[in-house]
């Protein structure tokens, strides 16, 4: 039995005030895929004169006919692809905000997401359809992200946080392409912007010995700050560290077994007997017990003022000194898989002091 195609025809349909209405008929009808019921009009919103008789209302009358008829060869050529996504009236008119909200929790709510997605909130007014998504608009949340209206503290926002930001959106636009709630591949053309060469923060060796001379009001703080100079990690991989995560080497030395929360990339990072020492007596649970974000925000700048040390330290920083002067060459790949966000973060820390370069020759 041969497949009948379906045949779109342009019909009229009179309606009030002397006009006619332009609709699409679909024989045999096509079954909308959402709703799973056959249909065979499609009404366009295009209106001719029923009547006309000035030379003006020809003219309309001939120009909204050939829209129909454009239109008309497009639904057969969706027809013939079995696209029928023109039936639903409502498409690309649900709520992207929602989507995106809904996707950010499926990825556990972390601060990151929840940042990107109140800045594009905010950038969007909170409303915000898959219809309204174009190239354009979502390179404008871009410039709104460097823009005075997300200043803080009197500063703007920097060009890597901003292009952090429109990462998470990318990857919400490139999903949602992939789920077909987008007909264009916008993630693919947004362009991220240039970096400024910010000056990355570090403790030199001698400011690494001051520090560790300073007491400091938290000792818990004190301790995990001088063990991720030591030995790179990261405060939320600090935090989380646990006893069973040290475990003996083969070679008789102490290592770390983790997965760090950040890259989420399992290895074993051997530590120095100095931030074995930093860890206190072996236990269970926890290593740096009651270690908090509000314990680093508390008592971390007073210990750095107190040491005398006049760079704007943060924790992160504190974990890139480990690259200074514990890092060999052959540890770098396997630092930027622990440690680093990749590669090349790395290799620019670690190239910032010669006198490593020397010690590895």
Sequence with gaps: MTNICTKVTVRRRPIKNGQTSLYLDFYPPVRNPKTGKLSRREYLGLYIYTNPVERFQQEYNK?????????????TESIINEEYGFLDRNKGKESFLEYFK?????????QNWATAYMHFHNYTHGE????????QYCQGFLDYLLSDACMHNGKRMMGTTANNNLTKLKCILAIAYEDGLLKENIAKKLVRAKAHGNKRQFLTKEELLQLSKTPCKSDVLRRAGLFSCLTGLRLSDCIRLQWENIVKLADGGWGMDII????????????SEEALQLCGERGTGQVFKNLTNSTVA????????ASGIEKHITFHCLSHSKIFYLLNISELSTLKNVTANDLETSYILFLSQLCNIQRTL
């Design 63 to 75: 120009s909204m006919i050939q829209k129909a008829e454009i239109i008309k060869c497009r639904r």
């Design 102 to 110: 809904n996707l950010m929790i499926e990825r556990g709510s972390s």
């Design 128 to 135: 915000c359809r898959f219809c309204d998504l174009t190239v």
């Design 260 to 271: 760090t929360k950040k890259t989420s990339t399992a290895a074993i990072l051997p530590i």
């Design 298 to 305: 508390l008592y971390l700048k007073p210990w750095i003022k």
